[in-house]
């Protein structure tokens, strides 16, 4: 056997040079037939063939720990002993249990061991990306909350110049999404790679492409590691729900970096970009099976040293946010950020910098010069989208109201300092979210995150988030919300609930929202779209800073 697969690894490495060298000397991509070892062994092979009279080599038994008895029981420790002695140990320790010369200078050279290549240590190999400055992408924001821009479609741009500016080093990975995901922009100035025959209906296909696209979540992520590990960058873009297919191999990953900090030789690698899109809230015609944003919650279990978690609310926080990205090294960062047409908010220079801070009270959105009554916070695109819409009907009807509003893009920040680096002094998040007024909180995903990462800080017995409840279904954007009691009706009757005194005082209010949310109901039924009061709802009030958020 061992003579066998030596010959076979000696074969399959001629091969795989004659593939390289044939590539070089026709300076062409073509579809290769890779050499493949297939070895098979008997599973538990060179173990105890028989224990306690029952076989186990070559058997389901010899898996995990054959001799499991030998503390306790003679007669498998003997048998432990004459297994270990099995593989003559003599031969290769001398009685120092020193390795023998004659085995040590069979081990190569350090540089032609496998830790050796520089490959393997993809950090020492980085060639750090050349970006294109954000701001010439840009939405024009003239007022907050008036005009409304594609996120997905206005970051396409940025990745075009990307993969432009880098061609050699720099991937975008996708299962079957990237157009669907308003990225297809990046076909400008590049293909899918494809090495195949092309039928005359292909579009976008080529040897040189930067693209890589098939319909296996578990392919497009094995492939963007390796690609991360041997030095380079990438994106993986996803729809929300499908991210889930890769858990256990993020779990690999995380664990992977997190560990590799410990050796001292291992340089950083490129961070592994999650863009989550397509979500929750917007799955307009494919409904519940589209419907879960709990990839977020499964990265926020890593270790807070690697993981990271953006809700850019518009277009050109998303912007800042990939630029960021990009530019970050030896981290997990998922950006979820919707692809339909939706509001904008922030100037680029506003963007930039309430990106940098990651959360933030929204002036021009609150009304609550000096004390205050109530905290509107809101993370995600479409939670942000109904604090403002609930914002402006306090604003008009309750007017004596002190509110602020508090947007978060990075989620982590709401952890205390102790707990992860971005995470907030308590001192701090009392100052944004006060010690001791209630919080209403709209979330983009499952409510009881939030709670999680805030629970340590002082006033988050006050704080009540909405969020997705696993109600979903193919139905309209405002009726998704009011299923999972996240719309702007409900937030307005949970902040009449939780100031105190207002409940009496603002009984009649209360009452419209509840008889506006059947209203609401009733016109999606009848109409099969959203009453465009609500669908083509936006901020009117006259701005207050510019500048977006403090």
Known sequence: ??????????????RISDIQQEARQERAAHLPRWPLIVLRTPKGWTGPKMVEGVPVEGTWRSHQVP???CRTNPSQLMQLAN??????????????????????????????TIGGNPHANGGLLIRALELPEVDQYAVPVGSPGAMTAEATKVLGSYLRDVIDLNPNNFRLMGPDETASNRLAT??????????????TTDEHLGPEGRVMEVLSEHLCQGWLEGYLLTGRHGLFNCYEAFAHIVDSML??????????????????????????TSHVWRQDHNGASHQDPGFIDHVANKRPEVVRVY???????????TDHCLRSRHCVNVVVAGKQPALTYLSMEAARAHCA?????????????????????????????????????????????????????????????????????????????TPDKPIIFAYHGYPWLIHRLAYRHTNHDR?????????????????????NDLDRFHLVMDVIDRVEGLGSRAANLRQEMVDDRIAACRYTREHGRDDPVIADWVWEHELGSLNGSR
């Open 1 to 14: 056997m061992h003579q066998q697969l030596a010959a076979a690894c000696d074969w399959a490495f001629d």
């Open 67 to 69: 001799l499991a008895e």
């Open 83 to 112: 297994w270990m002695q099995s593989y003559r140990p003599e031969e290769l320790f001398d009685d120092r249990g020193v390795l023998r010369p004659e085995v040590a200078g069979l081990a190569p050279r350090t540089e032609k």
């Open 186 to 199: 990046v076909y400008e100035r590049t293909d899918k790679v494809w090495l195949e025959r092309r039928e």
């Open 251 to 276: 779990n690999q990953h995380a664990k992977w970096l997190s560990s590799s900090t410990e050796v001292p030789w291992r340089q950083p690698i490129p961070s592994l970009n999650y863009l989550l």
């Open 311 to 321: 809700l850019p609310p518009d277009a050109n926080t998303l912007l800042a946010v």
């Open 357 to 433: 801070r990651g959360l933030g009270i929204w002036d021009w959105a609150s009304n609550a010069p000096n004390e205050l009554d109530v905290v509107l916070a809101c993370a995600g695109d479409v939670p942000t989208l109904e604090t403002l819409a609930a914002a402006d009907i306090l604003r008009r009807r309750l007017p004596e109201l002190a509110v602020r509003v508090i947007n978060i893009v990075d989620i982590m920040r709401l952890q205390p300092a102790s707990e992860h680096p971005h995470g907030l002094p308590h001192s701090d998040f009392d100052a944004l979210f």
């Open 463 to 483: 704080m009540h988030v909405r969020g997705f409840k696993d109600l979903g279904t193919t139905t309209t954007p405002f009726d998704m919300v009011m299923l």
